[in-house]
Structure formats: structure tokens, C-alpha cells
């Protein structure tokens, strides 16, 4: 066989990985961190950002509620990213969850869902709903 077909066939065969785990992660269906196939997570916990809760929890000083959907999450490592992110937006308590693929948001005032979705991303997830 020539080596430039060899070449050709070893470059397709890497576009297409490339291309299926591009789609897969934005579409929601992979995550950044694990082999979904497997399981096997790679996320190194010793990078994710230590979560202080609000010191408020006071869940009567939070009025506006709303609950979103989160994509790419699939660790615990991913919720604590996820949890920071979202309680950095000022006046926010965030409460994340791995199983829903949720993020139950409190504000004390109204919600600004464009905040939330930057914050989010900006972790390297993605705000569905």
C-alpha cells in the first residue's frame, strides 16, 4: 500500500474522532471530563474550586427561584465547578445536582438568566434551559 494513502486513511480516521466528540459535548450527550462508554472519570478534583456557601441560606431572602438545566456535567467535579459558577453571580445561591443535570438557582433579586449562562460557560458547561 502507498504511504500517502496510509496517511490519508490514519487523518479521516482522526477528523471523524475529532468531529463525533466535537458534536457529542455540544449537543449535551458528552461531557468534558469522563469516557461516557466507560465511565472512567478524568477530571483531576485537586483542580476544582473550592465552594463556599452564601452565607446567607436563608431561603426566605431568596425570592426568586428558578431551576435550569446544565450540560457537559459528569462528575462531582463538574457540579463543584458548576456550584461556583453560578454562586459567583452577586445576590445567587446555587444548589447543583449530578443525577438531574440541574442547577436549582436562588437570587434575591430578579433572575438574569444571560448572567447565569456567561458564568456557566465560562466554567466550560452549558446552561440547556
Known sequence: MDINIVIGI???L???IAVRR???VASGKKGCCSDEGTGVSTCNTAKAPEVAAP?????SHYPYVATYEIGGMTCENCVRHV???LDSVPGTWATVTLAGGQARVRSKS???????RKAVESAGYRLLA
Open 10 to 12: 490514519i487523518v479521516v
Open 14 to 16: 482522526i477528523l471523524v
Open 22 to 24: 466535537f458534536v457529542g
Open 55 to 59: 452565607k446567607d441560606q436563608d431561603e
Open 83 to 85: 456550584t461556583a459558577a
Open 110 to 116: 430578579p433572575l438574569d438568566v444571560d448572567a447565569y
